[in-house]
């Protein structure tokens, strides 16, 4: 039974950083594409990052490119995003993504505020 379960998220100041965690059971998370997306109240979902499976590229929203990084850990089959800089435009439920059999996460809240 494939699942994918996020945390790490919460309340942050403009500036500060938070990584997320998904954790992924039921398969082989270095054997897929996965993703992040995002979505702020009032907006429509939108891709974050991706990582491919072997060998893992990266590709990144604009809106995110030098401040946010995806990463994964294969022996704790974990997918991670290290949010750096965080502005209050970043605010929204974080969801990561597994395309082949459209799994979602349940999401995790980012709040960015002073």
């Known amino acids: 039974q494939v699942q994918l379960v996020e945390s790490g998220g919460g309340l942050v100041q403009p500036g500060g950083s938070l990584r997320l965690s998904c954790r992924a059971s039921?398969?082989?998370?270095?054997?897929?594409?996965m993703s992040w997306y995002r979505q702020a109240p009032g907006k429509e979902r939108e891709l974050v990052a991706r990582i491919t499976s072997f060998p893992g590229r990266t590709d990144y929203a604009d809106s995110v490119k030098e401040r946010f990084t995806v990463s994964r850990d294969n022996v704790a089959n974990t997918m991670y995003l290290q949010m750096n800089s965080l502005k209050p435009e970043d605010t929204a439920v974080y969801y990561c993504?597994?395309?082949?059999?459209?799994?979602w996460g349940q999401g995790t809240q980012v709040t960015v505020s002073s």
């Open positions: 993504y597994r395309q082949l059999g459209d799994y």
């Open positions: 039921g398969f082989m998370l270095s054997s897929y594409a």
